[in-house]
């Protein structure tokens, strides 16, 4: 059975189980303290090209965006999120759990219009009774979203303007972000995010790690944040392991390269597809590919190959998602045109 | 350097690493609902002698904490908890996060005493303002204690028979349960705990997993509480990993059996240390051990071995702690008596 | 200067002052123990023509729905609204802060569509992966709505077996809700939401009293409501103040013989408006109208009138809010003729 | 029935009904946003010589403590205060619904010493781990203090030169503020606190006033208070109502003159008890009494007074509490002597 179903359902890359194979019975030190996660750190520091990042490792993407979100944001203060952001759909109310409403604006496949927040804003703020509201401090951006769509750092050098003149904080939300730097087109690099972004993270567990996402404070870490973590239940006791994994996928361009050959085998499968005279919507150049397919058809297919339906399109077709993750076999993506 | 400081300094047992290289690119369902998971439920209920438990994997001890009680509080109610408590000292208020007061009871060596439990409640429910207060909705007990002490069978029993009469939960952390389930003398085992709690958890971090904390619901899982995981942060993207080492640990009596080197070890450097003159304090029977070493003395021992300050005992003393895990070598442990 | 501005812009009905009045130095137990309390719950209770009912005594609307929300919720649940619903955009986020999401469905003119609440749910429930969504655990509705719209027996029945269906419950926020009981064409009464709903309110700021909302719960209060009032600020510690009120407005009809006036008068307004050649947009029959005024006359008529600007209509037009209150004199609105 | 029960058990003092009862059908703009309460703040800034103070009113004592200590704490930071505090023993838990955990010290009489506060911060803070801990970020205190106790102008100085040194605020409770202001001996006055506190209140309910209580932030009010306030469910929509109690409170000195009267009948009332062989325990100069009662008397008393029992004192007798009020008659503390 063939494989496109979500870029999480594998181990991890040969690179980090051989890591953790060799590191045999050793002894580190707890919560993060140890060498490992100190050369991930500046690895990471290095990769963002700044020097003053403050970097720390939680263990999955719901906690993270409900632990980043809930330190960077005043108590009253909501998020701005695309009506399709994960946050606001996706988490199970992790970040209401903490008190914090998500402000919905329209999603444009999976995207936050720039004109749309500066006017949503202007509005906000002109209303007299917007203290009687919930006051946005923070807005939330995934990349590449959740529609596998990207940002160019002109949109968001223009978001960050537009937040500057309401003081409002930008996070980025990176669970598959390698496969958006490794995407043909991309113009928007971590020293980019470390510029523009008040935090954002370096997802892990969808690009080749047990599990574990990389965030960055670029500027200044919210205060105890050590603290934070533990009171979110995010800080993992065996916090060598998350570093160590880092440390690896930092090493040599590991993320990039495992992310591009991902990337390049999404972007056959597409290939194939279009070939087979299927539809792509919406066009994506990362690794989530999204077609359009008979429902009956579908069916069939799905008797050789694993993928997830996405919604509905016509009275006969639903839009479905194939994934490449990073252990994807270049083979697997061939045979499937067999069966199209 | 020899390392007695904690149980979460290495990666894994053996087994487990073994079995994570030998997975290979097998590709798994997430969020738990893979065949690794169903397994290691099922062996889990085995070992409980308890068919209908509901089993939940989360990552960490402080996530669990928080995640389980708050499914198992009203909104109103507190928790009572030893004021050594785990969840009372050192979690950075996690439980308080999700809205709810820890209550204290003195410490007895990391023990609530029943009877000053039963006298509490009583008091507190005389008390004609008490609904001004924060009413009581469960017990936290964690086994064996973070002082490694040991609750009896009777005890466990005579504390349940106290909270049924004011219609309070039991929940038990069990960080380190499996040190408690080896040590010599304990009655309190798994079939025990199922039919006595409403909810406990078996530690794997501490005992050999990479992380991993095994809830089990003995009677009936709080309503939804898969989404209650994702709420909170603590449901796992690649669940097989949980499932997987829990799976292990659950086949051939491995956690029993790793956890019983460790406390064999414990007891004999317990033993070396007797002979060597120094006191325990207090006595246990689990992993840890407490010893009172001259402050210089200890200052000397610390450029030979890792292990943790305690507490001040006298002028010239304190207690420190040392830690056997499930891969501490036996040679260490004679080598530390060199240094005595 | 006429005011049409709200109905919370003044003290209290006359009676009511006159009961505070004549009270003098009489002690009363405190926190809504008193006789005065228990006098006004048996009036509603008869009002409700449900003797089992309990009822508890709140300070304000925002409190209100954030504290009977949270009780009746679990805690990953979150409450369904109409987008346009007060819990959603006029409480600086009150119920997110107590960790639940509101879910919005179309508002039209305030209300929630039945057939639209029924699809919802049906597709919310037929998602493969709805356990990493929000789940759905009650639904509130406003009577009237935030627009001065009624919702029907019917609508309510229909929306109550719905609910149903799935295992939610029905809040009915009745800030106003003795201008839609007095309102004609009304056939939704106070027996009527003792039958149906699991919880509603009876307003009193915006009806006759200086502050107090009554909360009825019909079958069943949620378990130690009291700490739960207390726990969220909400427990007046003069309670007695509260019962005095709600016992003035509930004895010989007071409550709906001030709603009503206030209903007469705003359908004298409308009248006049009508008469004048202005539109009313939307239709309304309790004591908020909606009127299509040209922007310049808007401003000639705020030299005059108080009232408040709602929304824009067109180029040149705005729709603006006029409301009549239980102390709004009917020599007002017959003066306002003149300079319309 | 005579009655020292409490001082929240009368509805207002004269001069605030009567003016209530003057205002007749005036409009007033709502939250708070009237003159009345401009009035109101501009007098209380001028009482705490305190020309930039920001001073917001709140309904309820409970209510105003978590509320402005959820303001003024970060997340993760948690709230010092003896263990008799108001916070940590008779609010339900308000303030751990907000996230905070009450850290507690030892109380004397109500009262914390500020040597073992300097040093349970030192400890704390020397702490290796205390970042897993809960950090504290302000001090609660009460003036009088739950005990009726006082603390001198110099022990608030060195606690806030403590505070200082560590970076915490200081919040003090002043549900009977006036009482304190008004007791013989005291010397910390509305202008001490001013320059002392990060926060404090001057309360109402207790002291003259329907409900309501001034919240005063001598240097900056925490951001957006008022939709802190609101999302708090604490935000009065008839706010006037507040403003004019505290107008009328702060107006030629009303609001020390009725607190002055009840501290002299209190401590008249401590005097006939000793002048009939009583003990006073402890001692206090305000509006609260403390006498040590056999338990055959206090029954025998019970049927001509209303009092409260406060705690248990020895085999045969316990500690009541006597409070006088605003308004309790003098003749009723001279008749009180009769049943003694």
Known sequence: MLS????????????IIGRLSAVGTEKNPGYGTDSYSESAKQKIREACACPGASVYFLVGGTQTNATVLDALLLKHEGVIAAETGHINVHESGAVELTGHKVLTLPSHEGKVSPPELSSWLRNFFDEPTFEHMVIPGALYLSQPTEY??????????????????????????????????????????????????????????????LCGEAVVFPKEAPKHFFSVMKQHGALLAKGFLLGLQFDTLFTDGLYEKL???????????REIFREKGYRIEPETVSNQSFVVIGKEKAEELAEHARFEYWGPYSETENV??????????????EKLAEFL
């Open 320 to 333: 479905y998602r194939f994934v490449c993750g990073v252990t994807t076999d270049p083979a697997d993506v």
């Open 148 to 209: 596998g769509t990207l940002y160019t750092k002109a949109e968001v050098r223009e978001i960050r303007r537009i937040l500057d003149e309401y003081g409002l904080k930008l996070y980025i939300d990176g669970a598959r972000l390698g496969y958006a730097l490794a995407s043909p087109g991309n113009d928007l690099f971590l020293p980019d995010l470390a510029v523009l972004c008040d935090a954002f993270y370096i997802g892990g567990t969808k690009q080749g790690a």
């Open 4 to 15: 496109f179903l979500n870029d999480y359902s594998e181990t991890a890359c040969r690179e």
């Open 259 to 269: 992310a591009g050959q991902a990337v390049a085998l999404s972007s056959r499968l």
